[in-house]
Every structure is written in structure tokens, then in C-alpha cells.
């Protein structure tokens, strides 16, 4: 689909300025994985997150219901299969320190060589099991 | 306290406008990325590459600098990560250990 690229960029702009507005004005970096993680040791000093967090769904709403042209598909995936990955995403986050938006975004930002490492490690991780799970045992919707 | 919240809100909703917008809120758009082999799909790295310029060391950030918001509105501490934040507010004695 046309005009693909450039909402993502739009989209990445939109982010890099959410994060750039969260370092700047509160000191904090937007990693949405460690958001959720300090949101749910549930201490004062740090409800902020759960600002946040219910910003994020009411800007993803506000997407969803208002500005998208078409609706988002959803395509389903087995419980068990979504649990698992949830339980990696959560267990290998935590222990790199960051997901996506914390080093892809806000650590390649700054030009951390910790984000650059974790990104690379990731994309490269996610690229092989893709790789093996559609082409090798020809699993999921292989477009 | 209260501008932390106000600002954590906003920069959710960015956010989330930003994962709409960009179609990141689609699981099969990221494995498009992932799937090198396939039909391989790069909006990613437009998100990627549109978020990083206008980050930390991008224009914007010199530009809210240049006007003085850093100083109005600024942070007077940063964390560079939640395993940070968190192990400064447990030694400070302002969360429970």
C-alpha cells in the first residue's frame, strides 16, 4: 500500500517527539515495557506511569476510532502462543534494561552503545525466529 | 507532581497517536519487518528513523532548549532507565523496598 512509508515516519515523529517531551519535561525515558514495569509496583512517587499508560490507549483510541481511514485488522494468534511471547517480551526486557521504544527509540536517540547493541540483538533475534518459524516450519501467515 | 502527570498524559497520547498512525499497532506489520524472507515490509524503519531525528540529540530537542523550555518545565533529574529510576527512589528512602 502507497503512503505506507510516510505514515510511519509521521507516526515516528509523533513518538520521537512523546519521548523527547517525557526526557526533557519529567526526566524519564519512554520505554513502554519499563513504564509497565515501575506502573506496577504501584508507588506514589510514581503514578506518573499510569498517566501515561492511559494516555497511550486513549491516543491509540483516538487513532482507531477518529482518524484511521480503515479499521486496524486483527489478526489472531493461539493464547499459548501469546503468552509465551508476552512472558519472553517481559522476562528479556527487564533483563536488557529496555524494549523497543526505550533503546530503539529513546536510546538510539541519545546514541547509546548499550541501545545500539540491544537493538541490533533484537532485530536480529526477531529476524531469525521469523525467518524459522514461516519459512522453516511454515507457521503463521506467511505473506 | 501534578505537571509530571499532566505531561506523562500528553506524551501517552503522542505516543499512541504515534503507534496509530504508523501502524505499529498491527502485529503483522511488525512481522512484515521481521520477515525478511517474505514480503518484507520496512514502515519501521520509518518509524524508527522518524522517531530518533527528532529525539534527544535532534533538532527539536535543540530548539525547546533554544526557547528556554528545558529550564521552564525542566526535569531536575534524569533517569536513563526504570531499573535506574527505581533503585535511586528505594535508596532515597522514597519508595518502599
Redesign the interface.
Known amino acids: 500500500m502507497p503512503g ?29 515495557s ?2 509497565l ?2 506502573a506496577i ?1 504501584f ?1 506514589k ?5 499510569w ?14 476510532f477518529v ?2 481511514a480503515q479499521p ?2 486483527r ?1 489472531s ?1 493461539a493464547p499459548w502462543a501469546m503468552m509465551i511471547g508476552g512472558f519472553l517480551v517481559g522476562f528479556g526486557t527487564n533483563m536488557g ?2 524494549c523497543t ?2 533503546h ?3 536510546g ?5 552503545v548499550r541501545s545500539f547493541v540491544a537493538v541490533c540483538t533484537f ?1 536480529i533475534t ?2 531469525v ?3 524459522v518459524i ?2 522453516g516450519f511454515r507457521l ?4 | 507532581m501534578m ?26 506489520r511488525v ?2 519487518f ?6 518484507w ?18 533538532p ?2 535543540d530548539r ?1 532548549q533554544h526557547i528556554g ?2 529550564e521552564k ?11 535506574q ?2 533503585r535511586h ?1 528505594t535508596e532515597e528512602g ?3 523496598k
Open positions: 505506507n512509508w510516510f505514515n510511519g515516519l509521521l507516526g515516528g515523529i509523533l513518538i520521537g517527539l512523546s519521548a523527547t517531551l517525557l526526557l526533557a519535561a519529567n526526566g524519564r525515558i519512554a520505554g513502554i519499563g513504564i514495569n515501575g509496583s508507588v512517587a510514581e503514578v506518573w506511569r498517566y501515561f499508560l492511559v494516555g497511550m490507549l486513549l491516543g491509540g483510541a483516538l487513532y482507531e482518524l484511521a486496524t485488522p489478526s494468534f534494561n529496555g521504544s526505550g530503539g527509540v529513546c538510539l536517540g541519545r546514541l547509546s532485530l526477531g529476524i525466529t521469523v525467518f514461516r519459512h503463521g501467515s506467511a505473506t | 505537571k509530571q502527570n499532566l505531561v506523562a498524559m500528553i506524551a501517552g497520547i503522542l505516543f499512541g497517536l504515534g503507534l496509530g498512525l504508523s501502524q505499529m499497532v498491527d502485529r503483522d512481522l512484515g521481521l520477515d525478511v524472507a517474505g514480503a515490509d520496512p514502515t519501521l524503519l520509518f518509524v524508527l528513523g522518524g522517531a530518533v531525528s527528532v529525539k534527544v540529540k535532534g527539536v530537542f525547546l523550555f528545558i518545565l525542566g526535569a531536575d533529574r534524569v533517569f536513563l532507565s526504570t531499573h529510576a527505581m527512589l522514597s519508595m518502599p
